[in-house]
Structure formats: structure tokens, C-alpha cells
């Protein structure tokens, strides 16, 4: 995961740090002070106390060998040899990155998006490091007690695929709604078109359009067409409204920006 805000300075890199054992607090970054270790050290006692999870709280400078927070962090849980109830919080304070993973086989696999999304990263986009932490200790206490709801779970789908189905849905829906929005504009033209002609059916005609089946319908039957193409055109714009929510919910305001 990624949060960037202003100019980054440079910073000391590190490399995938070992956790000594009894330790759930590793802070690199000087960022928290003795008492805000402490606190978050009996937060993740408490959480494994009354629910057998375990947090690893993690704070450098910046992520080094690899530099991509998820082979960073996946290095440091394969050095810990991390459980299925094992989470791990690690933060490049300098970087302004971030990487919050929960054991893939773990029950707090499906509860990670939502602590991430929802008591994570809005502390992080304050440079809230204390907030962020306690937030992640807390939605795992959430999730084990079932006041957390589950995202559904990532092996079902990959979210590219699931980004490019809605894409693909909303613009089956845009092309529905202007071939129905065409036909009403016909209907019309063409009733129109016959109005302005009428006193002219009784001369020769030269070079004449096909004839159009629209032209013998009585204005009634039109008029029901019009009225059934226009509720159409209604009920494809609420489905499509309604797909846009939905894509707005789960993947955030920029990933439905070009349908607004």
C-alpha cells in the first residue's frame, strides 16, 4: 500500500529486520517514545490474551532489499516463521509507505481490507504512527469478536479482473441507454417529418426513401413506444447509477472518476 504527501527526504535504508522473541513493537523510526511502546506492547498482550492473535508493529526509515513493501514484509513474517493468527503492521516512515498483512491462511485473512482501509491508512494520512498501530491491534480485537464485516475473499477473484467486469458492465449500460435514447429521437423526427409532408403524398414521387414501418403506426402506438423506449432508458440509467455506487464503495472515488 501506498501514501505519499509532500517532498520525501532521503532517508537510512533497512532491510528486513528480525523480531526478537517476546517482541511485538520494533520501532526504527524513533517515531513513538517509551510510553507509546509500552501501551502498544499491552495492546498486542491483550489481543492475544482474548483472542489468540498476535500483531507485529513495525517502524523504519524506509524499506531496503527488497524495496516493495510486500516483499519487504514477506521476508520479515518468513524470518519470524509467523503463525496463522500472526498480522504484521510495517511502516516506511521516511517513504510514506506501508504494508498491513494477514497470514494467508489465517482468520483474519478476510478482515484485512477493512482494517486497512478503515482504521489504518486514515490515521497514516495524518502521520498518526501511534493511531495507525492501535488501529490495526483494534480491528483485529473487531474481527475476532464479529463486529468487523468481511471483504469477500480475495481467492474468488483478482481485483484487476473485477475493476475491468465493472468497467465493462457500465459501458454495456451506456450503449443500451443511447440506442434507446436514438430510437426515441427517430420516432419523433420521423412523426415530425411526416406532419411537415402530408400536404405533398399526392404528388409524384422521385428518388423516394424506403418507406420507414414507423410511418403507417397511429400517433397512439408512437406515443407507446416513445413512452416504453423512455422507461428504458430510465431503468438502464439507475442500473448504472447503482454500478457505479457499488464500484465507488469497494474501490474508492478516483476508480469511478471517468463515469461521473
Given amino acids: 500500500m ?25 520501532d526504527e523510526s524513533d517515531v513513538l517514545d517509551s510510553g507509546e511502546q509500552d501501551q502498544l506492547e499491552q495492546q498486542v498482550n491483550q489481543l492475544q490474551s482474548e483472542h489468540g492473535a498476535t500483531a507485529f508493529l513495525i517502524f523504519v526509515p524506509t524499506f531496503d532489499k527488497p524495496s516493495e513493501p510486500e ?63 492501535e488501529g490495526a491491534v483494534e480491528g483485529l ?9 468481511a471483504d469477500v475473499e480475495e ?44 400536404p405533398q403524398r399526392n404528388a409524384p414521387l422521385t428518388n423516394a426513401a424506403p418507406a420507414d414501418p414507423r410511418d403507417d403506426l397511429p400517433v397512439q402506438e408512437l406515443r407507446t413506444q416513445a413512452g416504453s423506449a423512455l422507461i428504458q432508458a430510465d431503468d438502464a ?8 455506487g457499488f464500484a465507488q464503495a469497494s474501490y474508492g472515488d478516483k476508480s469511478v472518476e471517468m463515469f461521473q
Avoid: C
Avoid at 516512515?93 to 486514515?122: A, C, K
Fill in 2 to 26: 501506498l501514501f505519499m504527501f509532500g517532498f520525501v527526504t532521503p532517508a537510512q535504508a533497512t532491510e528486513p529486520v528480525t523480531i526478537p522473541p517476546g517482541t511485538f513493537v520494533v
Fill in 155 to 198: 481467492t474468488e477473484f483478482e481485483e484487476p479482473s473485477l475493476g475491468l467486469g465493472m468497467i465493462g458492465n457500465l459501458l454495456a449500460l451506456g450503449a443500451l441507454l443511447l440506442i434507446v435514447v436514438a430510437i426515441v429521437a427517430i420516432v419523433f423526427w420521423y412523426r415530425r417529418s411526416n406532419k411537415k409532408q402530408l
Fill in 71 to 133: 516483499s519487504w514484509v514477506a521476508e520479515v513474517a518468513e524470518g519470524k516463521q509467523l503463525g496463522t493468527n500472526d498480522n504484521i503492521l510495517a511502516i516506511a516512515t521516511e517513504d510514506r509507505l506501508y504494508n498491513f498483512v494477514s497470514h494467508s491462511s489465517g482468520p483474519f485473512r478476510q478482515y484485512q481490507s477493512p482494517i486497512d482501509r478503515e482504521l489504518i491508512l486514515p490515521a497514516l494520512s495524518e502521520d498518526d504512527w501511534l493511531g495507525a498501530a
Fill in 237 to 244: 440509467i439507475k442500473v448504472a447509477e447503482q454500478e457505479i
Fill in 141 to 149: 480485537a473487531a474481527a475476532a469478536n464479529g463486529e468487523l464485516s
